[in-house]
C-alpha cells in the first residue's frame, strides 16, 4: 500500500463511543429541524424527520451522498407527479397507465444506474402524490412543495451537524479496506504459487476470490463517499480509481 494515495488510518474510538455519537448526532438534528420547521409555520414537520433518519449513515461522506440523492430522487419524483395531476387530473386509466409507465422507466434505471436510490425516491414519490391528494386535486402543489421544503431542511441540517459535531471521515475506512484486500490479493497469489510448487490447489481458493470480490467492490463505495469527505482522497481520486482498477483486474 506504500503507492497507493489516501490517508493513514487514524486510531478509531471504539463501537460503543461510535454508536452514542451517531445516536446523539441524529437526535440533535432531529430536535434542530423541528426548532426550525416550527419556526417557519410549515405543515407536514414529518418528512423532515424522516428524511435524517433515512440519510443519516455512519460517515459524513456517505450520509451527504446519500442525502444529495435524496434531494435529486425528490425534485424529480415531485415533478412527475404534479405533472401527471396536471395532465389527467386523476383520471382512473391515463393516470394508472402514466404511473406503470413511469415505474418501468425507474425499474429500469435502478437496476443500470450507479445512482440507485435517488431513483427509487423519484419512483416512489408520484405515486404517493396521487394517492394522498386522491378526490382533492387542489391540495397537490401544496403537498409537493411543504414536503420538498420539509425534506431539503432535514438533510441540511443533518449535513451541517454531521460537518461539525464529531464529523467521521470515509478515508480511514477507505485505506483500512484496500488495505484488507491486499491481504486478500496476497493470499490468493501464495495460494496459486503453492499450486505451481507442489501441484495442489487449496481447497479454500474459491473462498479467497469470493471475499477478495466482495472487497474490491467494497473499496469502490468508499472511495465515492471519501471522495465526499476527505481531502487527501478527493485530491487522488484518480490515483485511487486506477488502484481500484488494478486490483479489480488482479483478482481476476
Not at 440507485?116 to 386522491?134: C, D, E, H, K, R
Not at 382533492?136 to 421544503?149: I, M
Not at 478515508?171 to 499450486?195: E, P, V
Amino acid at each position: 500500500m506504500s503507492g497507493v494515495p489516501g490517508v493513514q488510518p487514524s486510531q478509531q474510538p471504539s463501537e460503543r463511543v461510535l454508536r452514542f455519537r451517531h445516536a446523539f448526532k441524529v437526535a440533535l438534528a432531529i430536535t434542530l429541524y423541528y426548532w426550525l420547521a416550527l419556526s417557519l409555520n410549515l405543515e407536514q414537520l414529518k418528512y423532515g424527520a424522516l428524511a435524517i433518519a433515512l440519510v443519516g449513515l455512519d460517515t459524513t461522506g456517505a450520509s451527504l451522498r446519500k442525502g444529495l440523492m435524496r434531494v435529486v430522487g425528490t425534485t424529480v419524483g415531485l415533478a412527475v407527479g404534479i405533472i401527471a395531476i396536471a395532465l389527467f387530473a386523476q383520471a382512473q386509466w391515463p393516470t394508472l397507465i402514466f404511473h406503470v409507465t413511469w415505474l418501468l422507466v425507474v425499474g429500469y434505471f435502478m437496476q443500470s444506474s450507479k445512482y440507485t436510490y435517488a431513483w427509487f425516491v423519484a419512483g416512489f414519490l408520484p405515486v404517493l402524490i396521487w394517492s394522498t391528494t386522491y378526490g382533492k386535486v387542489d391540495t397537490a402543489f401544496s403537498y409537493a412543495v411543504f414536503r420538498y421544503t420539509e425534506t431539503t431542511i432535514g438533510i441540511a441540517v443533518f449535513t451541517l451537524v454531521s460537518l461539525f459535531v464529531w464529523p467521521q471521515r470515509a478515508g480511514g475506512q477507505l485505506m483500512q479496506q484496500s488495505t484488507t484486500a491486499c491481504k486478500s490479493l496476497r493470499q490468493l497469489f501464495d495460494i496459486y504459487h503453492r499450486k505451481l510448487v507442489d501441484g495442489e490447489l487449496a481447497d479454500d481458493v474459491g473462498m479467497t476470490r469470493i471475499q477478495l470480490e466482495s472487497e474490491t467492490a467494497g473499496i469502490l463505495g468508499a472511495l465515492q463517499v471519501a471522495a465526499m469527505d476527505t481531502s487527501a482522497v478527493r485530491a487522488s481520486k484518480d490515483r485511487w480509481t486506477a488502484f481500484h482498477n488494478s486490483l479489480s483486474a488482479s483478482s481476476d
